[in-house]
């Protein structure tokens, strides 16, 4: 339980390769900040991408996002400007993952959480000083600080040498005491379907920019084995997450609209220029697509969707929220 995944300030890496990086980093964030000492179970699409090169282009992903009505600014900024780095160069790697941990009064949640008349959906109101993407529930997103900037989001980087390895990203969620002294409980499932929606969306963006697809990580399991660490992001299903990448990436018609004549008519693969395709050709190419009748995406079950409190108290052994 708790078991840090080991870093090197060497390499500038977590141990093992990107996959193996990913599992340990993502493994299930509990209440308290417990994480369970098995590796995380990866969705297909994970295991396929992550730490490869990318092979989307950024005409694709602009044609995407043209489409959707997404502005690049949204997500991170401008699809041509570089990302991070460390003060030695090493570019950004890790994808991180929190959540907003909005404490609420009370013992159950408002019952319009998932609405734009909660609060906390309005990102114009949110200070976004500390991550360079917030989304809130309803799928909107605001970039704090573009995915060039280096920021530090958590106590790992507080070494300086660290600094720009890691992209942050805010997802609104609030939390509630229960039975627990503090805010502890958050929402089953933890985060709407838009809001996994933008989130891959941004994973997108920001390793198209960086090059390779980035390893994703969860805020608490990255700062194991320093004291004082949080909790979060909690209820984030990976799985859920998953199948939110592989959305924009089998749908051939977001990357062909607006182009040239005949724009609007569904082209599965070629165009005159050659440049309609799906983004999601590099996974189909290593084996997604075989693997989608079968994928835990498609036969999971949705999580019970419970707006009350668990009463079964544990002992939380990290602090929710406190300073980075
Ligand atoms: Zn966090």
């Given at each position: ?126 200070s976004k000083n500390s991550a360079h993407i917030f989304i809130n529930r309803l799928g909107q997103s605001a970039t704090g600080h573009n995915y060039s900037v280096s920021w530090r989001a958590t106590k790992r980087e507080r070494s300086a040498a660290l600094k720009g390895l890691f992209l942050h990203h805010e997802l609104t969620q609030p939390r509630i005491k229960g039975s627990y002294r503090y805010n502890a ?140």
């Amino acid at each position: 339980m708790n078991r840090p995944c080991p870093f090197s300030m060497h390499s500038l890496q977590f141990e093992g390769n990107a996959v193996e990086q990913a599992q340990c980093l993502l493994r299930t964030v509990r209440i308290g900040g417990n994480v369970g000492s098995d590796p995380a179970a990866l969705p297909q699409i994970l295991l396929n991408l992550v730490g490869k090169s990318v092979d989307i282009t950024r005409d694709q992903l602009q044609s995407y996002l043209s489409h959707m009505g997404i502005a690049a600014n949204d997500v991170g900024g401008a699809l041509d400007a570089s990302v991070s780095k460390t003060p030695h160069g090493a570019k950004t790697r890790y994808f991180v993952i929190h959540d907003t941990s909005d404490e609420l009064p009370g013992h159950s949640f408002p019952a319009d959480i998932n609405q734009a008349t909660w609060r906390s959906n309005n990102l114009a109101v949110r200070s976004k000083n500390s991550a360079h993407i917030f989304i809130n529930r309803l799928g909107q997103s605001a970039t704090g600080h573009n995915y060039s900037v280096s920021w530090r989001a958590t106590k790992r980087e507080r070494s300086a040498a660290l600094k720009g390895l890691f992209l942050h990203h805010e997802l609104t969620q609030p939390r509630i005491k229960g039975s627990y002294r503090y805010n502890a409980v958050a929402p089953t499932p933890g985060f709407t379907a838009a809001t996994m929606e933008r989130l891959a969306l941004c994973y997108v963006a920001a390793s198209l920019r960086s090059g390779t697809w980035m390893i994703p990580a969860f805020h608490c399991a990255l700062d194991l084995g320093i004291s004082d660490g949080h909790d979060d992001p909690q209820n984030f299903d990976l799985f859920q997450w998953g199948g939110a990448i592989e959305g924009p990436q089998r749908d051939p018609k977001a990357t062909c609209r607006g182009r040239g004549r005949g724009a609007g008519r569904s082209r599965r693969h070629s165009t005159r220029n050659g440049s309609c395709r799906s983004l999601g050709r590099q996974a189909n190419d290593q084996g997604q697509a075989d693997q989608r009748n079968k994928s835990p995406v498609l036969q999971r079950r949705s999580l019970p969707s419970t707006r009350t409190a668990p009463r079964e108290p544990t002992t939380p052994t990290i602090a929710r929220r406190h300073s980075i």
